[in-house]
């Protein structure tokens, strides 16, 4: 499978706001859940967010109430908008369409 791009992060002071942008292929696109995960250094990766192809949407507790996992299907992109960020929010984050292949990642840095 194609594997998904995603942009968007950068440098954010704590409390900043950001918009993971991941854009994957048109073919898969529509028929699959969609998953946000992220991996800080040393620590194992985590799922973020998820959103079913039915539009049910998860999050870990920690960024709940803060992350909103939503996706445009006619741009075959899923977007992470993520609110009050932490330093602890600190992470390369990966987005997957269904069971494919991770995207390269985009870095988010939050300082205090």
């Known amino acids: 499978q194609v594997q998904p791009v995603e942009s968007g992060g950068g440098l954010v002071q704590d409390g900043g706001s950001l918009r993971l942008s991941c854009a994957a292929s048109?073919?898969?696109?529509?028929?699959?859940?969609m998953f946000w995960y992220r991996q800080a250094p040393g620590k194992k990766s985590e799922l973020v967010a998820s959103?079913?192809?039915?539009?049910?949407?998860t999050y870990a507790d920690s960024v709940k109430g803060r992350f909103t996992i939503s996706r445009d299907n006619t741009k075959n992109t899923v977007y992470l908008q993520m609110n009050s960020l932490k330093p602890e929010d600190t992470a390369v984050y990966y987005c997957?369409?269904?069971?494919?292949?991770w995207g390269q990642g985009t870095q988010v840095t939050v300082s205090s």
């Open positions: 997957q369409i269904g069971v494919g292949p």
């Open positions: 048109g073919r898969i696109f529509s028929f699959n859940g």
């Open positions: 959103m079913s192809r039915d539009g049910v949407t």
